[in-house]
C-alpha cells in the first residue's frame, strides 16, 4: 500500500453466494441478502474491498465464501480508464474506478493521477 493512505475497516462481508470471485481494490456494493457484489455506475457502494496484506491481483472466492474486509477512507481503487486529481470517481460494472459522469454516482475524489487502466 502506497505511503499516506488512510482505511478504516468498517465491516467484513461474503460475496454473494455462487457468484464470481471478487478482486480487492473495487468497489462494492450489498448483493440484496446479506453478501456483496460489484458496485456499478448507478449503485451506491459501500465500500472498497480490501486485502489486509495488500496482495496484488488476489480475488476472494466465493466458493470458499472468505470474508472481506470493506474498508474506505483515503485508498487505491483499480482503476478501468484515465482519472485526472480532483476528478470525481464513480464506477463501472466490475467495480473499477473511472471518472465519474453527469448522473452517475460519485463514489470519491481522485488525490493521485491514474495514467490508464489496472
Given at each position: 500500500?502506497?505511503?499516506?493512505?488512510?482505511?478504516?475497516?468498517?465491516?467484513?462481508?461474503?460475496?454473494?453466494?455462487?457468484?464470481?470471485?471478487?478482486?480487492?481494490?473495487?468497489?462494492?456494493?450489498?448483493?440484496?441478502?446479506?453478501?456483496?457484489?460489484?458496485?456499478?455506475?448507478?449503485?451506491?457502494?459501500?465500500?472498497i474491498a480490501h486485502r489486509?496484506?495488500?496482495?496484488?491481483?488476489?480475488?476472494?472466492?466465493?466458493?470458499?465464501?472468505?470474508?472481506?474486509?470493506?474498508?474506505?477512507?483515503?485508498?487505491?481503487?483499480?482503476?478501468?480508464?484515465?482519472?485526472?486529481?480532483?476528478?470525481?470517481?464513480g464506477s463501472d460494472a466490475?467495480?473499477?474506478?473511472?471518472?465519474?459522469?453527469?448522473?452517475?454516482?460519485?463514489?470519491?475524489?481522485?488525490?493521485?493521477?491514474?495514467?490508464?487502466?489496472?
Amino acid at each position: 500500500m502506497a505511503s499516506g493512505l488512510m482505511e478504516q475497516v468498517i465491516m467484513t462481508k461474503t460475496p454473494l453466494e455462487n457468484a464470481e470471485a471478487i478482486v480487492h481494490r473495487r468497489f462494492v456494493k450489498y448483493d440484496g441478502t446479506d453478501g456483496i457484489t460489484y458496485a456499478g455506475a448507478a449503485d451506491t457502494a459501500i465500500g472498497i474491498a480490501h486485502r489486509i496484506d495488500n496482495a496484488a491481483d488476489t480475488e476472494y472466492d466465493a466458493e470458499t465464501r472468505n470474508k472481506i474486509p470493506i474498508v474506505r477512507g483515503i485508498i487505491e481503487v483499480e482503476s478501468a480508464e484515465t482519472i485526472t486529481v480532483g476528478a470525481a470517481v464513480g464506477s463501472d460494472a466490475t467495480g473499477k474506478a473511472v471518472a465519474a459522469s453527469a448522473g452517475e454516482v460519485v463514489k470519491g475524489i481522485a488525490v493521485t493521477a491514474c495514467t490508464g487502466a489496472d
